[in-house]
């Protein structure tokens, strides 16, 4: 069944092709569909063009519909074409022709738009929920260990002292950005595009702030070329945002991959937590967080594939579009997926408490001693002349201690300044 279907039988291979896998994608949708169905009807209503037992019995079909998808046994066969065409023949089948007014005044394109939108309101709280959960945590790790010392690194050579509180918190506090990302994803997608029809409006009085309450949206799109048009830029919205927040996950992934090397030996997984090698049996590898790293370098791909896909796209609606759902919707479950292993693997890393006791960690300590000679007078450039003249003639003593006072540095975290940032982005 198509929602265009004029009698006229379309090539079988043309079919396969333009539909693709849009069945499967579109389960993820058919909630959503329900849902926008259910404001659509009562609007309907509303201007007179259903009656009040057509809306009645609409309505408690397509709440069925809701309760279905949500258990997951809502089905897309073969026979149809999307989710939008399977409701309508579901709701067809059972009410007859109220089943057949539900179409009235929108189109397939304004109703994948709502879905769409529907659907990554809620993806976009639920990654909100996922990444502050993660804050907590680093934030709760951060004060566990914020004494334990640990070497920074610039250019992957020892540089100045750091601490796993300093680590952690680092990116804790980075996590706001993402947050802040997510927060405009969220304010772009919470707009009502129902009402736009192909992307021209409809010559029925239909009543667009009506739905706009109902699907519980912050305001209208408009205008209706500019609700078509919202088709792409929505989705590479929210993208940027996950890309945002995988970049994060990755960049500390990759300092566990390091830190757990025993070239660096700052941390240790527990047995549960990692993996073996086929032929080397003392190996123990990070393979969950190697597999964060992998999955969320990819997911920083995708709003590039959606800009290729999009950006020379005039306006008004083409199929191309289509191709959006292929990307995003396995990406929003990877990244889902990403967050929830990261917040069950970090709070079982254990951190070394006795890692600057090794002399090569000396040397994070010149800056620290240069700046004890400028505090007693000498100036900047020649401090730093008299350290590296010690450094190069082995006389250099260490003091192994930091005196740091400004905000955010190693003695003062902030770490209550951080938690307020998170509460005013949260």
């Known amino acids: 069944m198509k929602l265009w279907e004029k ?24 909630k959503y569909d329900a849902l926008g169905s ?9 201007i007179g063009l259903l009656t009040t037992s057509e809306t009645e019995s609409l309505v408690l079909a397509l709440e069925d519909i809701v309760i279905d998808a949500e258990k ?22 059972k009410l007859g ?18 879905d769409v939108n529907l659907y990554l309101k809620d993806v976009v709280k639920e990654l909100k929920e996922q990444v502050k959960s993660l804050f907590d945590l680093l934030m709760e790790s951060a004060e566990k260990h914020q004494n334990v010392l640990l ?18 918190s680092a990116y804790a506090e980075t996590l706001i950005d993402d947050m802040t990302m997510l927060n405009a994803a969220l304010k772009i997608v919470d707009q009502n595009p129902l009402g736009s029809a192909a992307g021209y409006g409809s010559s029925f009085p239909i009543n ?26 929505s989705e590479k919205t929210v993208a940027f945002a996950m890309s945002s927040v995988a970049a994060t996950l990755a960049k500390f992934s990759m300092d566990v991959c390091l830190y757990m090397s025993q070239n660096f030996d700052f941390i240790s997984l527990p047995a549960h937590l990692t993996t073996g090698s086929s032929i080397m049996p003392h ?40 191709l959006l759902k292929e990307g995003l919707f396995p990406a929003i479950q990877n990244l889902k997926a990403c967050l929830d292993i990261a917040i069950f693997a ?76 998170m509460r005013d982005s949260y």
């Open 97 to 114: 022709d109220a089943g057949k007014k539900i179409h009235t005044a929108r189109s397939r394109n304004d109703q994948v738009l709502v």
């Open 283 to 322: 190996k123990k590898n990070p393979d969950v967080f190697e597999l964060i790293r992998g999955k969320c370098n990819k997911i920083q791909a995708l709003p590039y594939e959606i800009t290729l896909i999009t950006n020379n796209l005039p306006s008004g609606y083409h199929r191309d579009l289509q």
């Open 72 to 93: 997951g046994h809502f089905e897309i066969e073969d026979s149809f074409e999307d989710v939008h065409s399977k409701i309508e023949y579901l709701l067809t089948l």
């Open 38 to 46: 259910i404001a659509h009807a009562k609007m309907l209503h509303q």
């Open 346 to 421: 970090i709070k079982d890393i254990k951190v070394k408490e006795h890692i600057l006791d090794d002399k090569k960690y000396d040397y994070l300590f010149t800056v620290d001693s240069l700046n004890e000679m400028v505090v007693a007078g000498m100036p900047f450039r020649d401090a730093y002349k008299v350290v590296a003249e010690q450094l190069e003639n082995g006389t250099f003593k260490s003091p192994k201690e930091t005196k740091h006072t400004h905000e955010g540095s190693i003695n003062n975290l902030c770490l209550k300044e951080i938690k307020r940032k």
């Open 208 to 233: 667009r702030t009506f739905t706009t309450k109902e699907l519980g949206f912050e305001t209208l799109k408009f205008n209706s070329v500019a609700a078509q048009m919202s088709r792409g830029k």
């Open 151 to 168: 070497p920074g690194y610039t250019h992957l050579q020892i540089a100045m002292p750091s601490s796993f509180g300093m680590w952690f």
């Open 7 to 30: 009698g006229i039988p379309t090539d079988k291979q043309i079919e396969h092709f333009t539909v693709g896998n849009d069945r499967e994608l579109d389960l993820v949708l058919a």
